[in-house]
Nanobody, 127 residues
Framework: QVQLVESGGGLVPVGGSLRLSCAAS????????MAWFRQAPGNERAFVAA????????YYADSAKGRFTISRDNGKGTVYLQMNDLTPEDTAVYYC????????????????????WGQGTQVTVSS
């Protein structure tokens, strides 16, 4: 089992920044590709960004490109999401997820294929 705990969410004004963290425990962290998804009320869980096991490859949703940066520290067992220039459309619960092995692009549209999820952290951008 892998346990994931997100932190760093909060209330920010339009144009503000937040850095989300997701701490993993239970299994060797570098065995898992990691990703961030988000879910707004009434919407399905949507892909935000993913990073492969050693950070070699990174993927972003179009909505995140140029504003968000995903990174990981395998020594600390933590994945991060730096979010800049936030807009009200970014308001959602943000979840980190883990999947054993490589990141497949199919996962972007199939969050159910990720094996582990955190409890989520709320991000609210006020206009």
């Amino acid at each position: 089992q892998v346990q994931l705990v997100e932190s760093g969410g909060g209330l920010v004004p339009v144009g503000g920044s937040l850095r989300l963290s997701c701490a993993a425990s239970g299994r060797p962290f570098n065995n898992y590709a990691m990703a961030w998804f988000r879910q707004a009320p009434g919407n399905e869980r949507a892909f935000v960004a993913a990073i492969t096991r050693y950070g070699t490859n990174i993927y972003y949703a179009d909505s995140a490109k140029g504003r968000f940066t995903i990174s990981r520290d395998n020594g600390k067992g933590t994945v991060y999401l730096q979010m800049n220039d936030l807009t009200p459309e970014d308001t959602a619960v943000y979840y980190c997820g883990a999947v054993l092995g490589p990141w497949l692009l199919d996962y972007n549209e199939s969050p159910g294929r990720l094996e582990y999820w955190g409890q989520g952290t709320q991000v609210t951008v006020s206009s």
